[in-house]
T-cell receptor, first 109, second 114 residues
Framework: GIQVEQSPPDLILQEGANSTLRCNFS?????LQWFHQNPWGQLINLFY???GTKQNGRLSATTVATERYSLLYISSSQTTDSGVYFCAVIQTSGSRLTFGEGTQLTVNP | EPEVTQTPSHQVTQMGQEVILRCVPI?????FYWYRQILGQKVEFLVSFYNNEISEKSEIFDDQFSVERPDGSNFTLKIRSTKLEDSAMYFC????????????FGPGTRLTVL
């Protein structure tokens, strides 16, 4: 099956800093989603972005499908941004989401 | 904004007992999913369901598991005889269209098997 690798596994920032999270995948996809898992365990949809660039407030994401990677940018980070960020993809031939291991982000005040 | 709901939020059960986890997908969605996340690990696919039948299942989804859409709104996951290793967060998700579309996740049910 498809492999999804996220980096870095852990990231510690000071409030106000910017960061870039990366997601590499091993095969063609027709769906890519970024999620934020909050301290209560809920998975919050951030972006549906199989290709191109999207922005939502301080967050933006870019997927370059031909090169099999996606980036999530967080600008002016806040303590409430802390949590685990997951990238998940669906292979072109499938319907299941395959998740990466996640990036654990800690934003300190 | 419509959302996927799940009940209960937390379930504690004894090993060997049957549990049923309930989900109400978004009303005009056609595709339904169950995923699970063991504490500290990544989210794993269990099963997908479309047109009243299983469309895909993972190797985790063995004979102990079953899914059902008993009426027009609920989608359930049954674990017949729970094991300690079934302790996890179980997420329901739904999607409106086939192929390319966002999967929307519910808040999860945390299952603890003692």
């Amino acid at each position: 099956g498809i492999q999804v690798e996220q980096s870095p596994p852990d990231l510690i920032l000071q409030e106000g800093a910017n960061s870039t999270l990366r997601c590499n995948f091993s095969d063609s996809v027709n769906n890519l989603q970024w999620f934020h898992q909050n301290p209560w365990g809920q998975l919050i949809n951030l972006f549906y972005i199989p290709s191109g660039t999207k922005q939502n407030g301080r967050l933006s994401a870019t997927t370059v499908a031909t090169e099999r990677y996606s980036l999530l940018y967080i600008s002016s980070s806040q303590t409430t941004d802390s949590g685990v960020y997951f990238c998940a993809v669906i292979q072109t031939s499938g319907s299941r989401l395959t998740f990466g291991e996640g990036t654990q982000l800690t934003v300190n005040p | 904004e419509p959302e996927v709901t799940q009940t209960p939020s937390h379930q504690v059960t004894q090993m060997g007992q049957e549990v049923i986890l309930r989900c109400v997908p978004i009303s005009n969605h056609l595709y339904f999913y169950w995923y699970r996340q063991i504490l500290g690990q990544k989210v794993e696919f269990l099963v997908s369901f479309y047109n009243n039948e299983i469309s895909e299942k993972s190797e985790i989804f063995d004979d102990q598991f079953s899914v059902e859409r008993p009426d027009g709104s609920n989608f359930t996951l049954k674990i017949r005889s729970t094991k300690l290793e079934d302790s996890a967060m179980y997420f329901c998700a739904s999607r409106r269209l086939g192929g390319t579309d966002t999967q929307y996740f519910g808040p999860g049910t945390r299952l603890t098997v003692l």
